[in-house]
């Protein structure tokens, strides 16, 4: 087991009783990153949110995607392949979910990767990132369709 540490800080600078204040909040971790974070400006226009700042549903859409990967690289190089270069350009899509509350319905990760040596086929790949897949602690965690386009 282990415990994982985020502490998310904010403060007024606005209106708060009218709405008309900022979104814009600090995500800091136990590692010692802080990153600027606000709600999405699809969510909240600016200037009450800040869209140079990451909102939670890219964070989260990262978080599967980065957890895909690490998990991808373990499993290549247990089946004996070098990884060079891994790059996804992961995509949520957002929508009423059968409730009618607005959710992360989908997430696509597409990852394009380089390997050095030996490449694996198709089949090879596929069976790779589903296991890459069944042993992401993001995606067991989630509702949210994951799907892999290779």
Known sequence: MADHLAIVE???DGAFESGRYSRRHIWRFDGGAEIAASSSPHVV?????D???VD????????AS??????????ARDAGYR??????????RMGRDSQGRMALLRITLRPQIIFDGQEPDPAALERLHEAAHEQCFIANSLRTEIVVES
């Open 83 to 92: 990884v060079r270069q891994y790059r996804d350009e992961a995509h949520g």
């Open 51 to 53: 869209p140079s700042a």
């Open 66 to 75: 980065s957890c895909h990967m690490l998990w991808f690289l373990h499993v």
């Open 10 to 12: 904010w403060s007024a």
């Open 56 to 63: 939670p549903e890219e964070a989260l859409v990262a978080s």
């Open 45 to 49: 226009q600016p200037p009450f949110s």
